[in-house]
């Protein structure tokens, strides 16, 4: 499968997944957005008594596999929807939600009046309800098209910062 240029094998992100500390089971799925953007998601199924340590997972995971491999989105669930016959049903997955975007724990607000233009700028772009500051762009399922699109739109807001003054 082929998302945003590379050559994706679902079933190395899995056993990759599988090999984390606190995951029982694993399952990695392309989700496309309504824009028809495709991103990864891992599905994880906790073993007993494991916190879903989705932080810990995602640095686990960037050892392991070169980043456009590293899901965007952990979704974590019960269990996983299975056929008749026990087999895990891949097309009776939920798509991701809002929820399960990785907004980072502490949600800071934006302090000041650019730190607020570039929040709304994300929350468009990135299809969100809400954006703190310390919440990582790529984390939350941008890519490198999305990048340029954020940029573009912060163009027409002057915050007083030049590239050409750090070339």
């Known amino acids: 499968m082929k998302i945003r240029g590379f050559r994706i094998e ?17 399952v990695a799925l392309a989700s496309e957005d309504s824009e028809g953007n495709k991103r990864i998601v891992g599905y994880i199924v906790v073993a007993d008594g494991s916190p879903a340590d989705i932080g810990e ?3 686990g995971l960037k050892q392991k596999l070169p980043e456009y491999m590293v899901p965007g989105v952990f979704v974590v669930m019960n269990e996983f929807p299975v056929t008749p016959s026990g087999k895990i049903d891949r097309l009776r997955f939920p798509a991701p939600e809002q929820e399960h975007l990785n907004l980072s724990s502490e949600n800071v ?53 030049s590239n050409a003054s750090h070339v």
Request: hydrophobic share 40%.
């Open 10 to 26: 679902m079933g190395e992100i899995e056993a990759r997944l599988a090999e984390l500390s606190g995951v029982r089971e694993a």
């Open 109 to 161: 607000a934006p302090r000041n009046p650019t730190e607020q233009a570039l929040g709304k700028i994300w929350t468009e772009v990135l299809r969100v309800q809400r954006i703190g500051i310390t919440d990582n762009f790529f984390v939350m399922g941008g890519h490198s098209l999305l990048a340029s699109c954020a940029c573009s739109c912060s163009r027409h807001f002057s915050c007083g910062y």
């Open 57 to 59: 997972w995602r640095a």
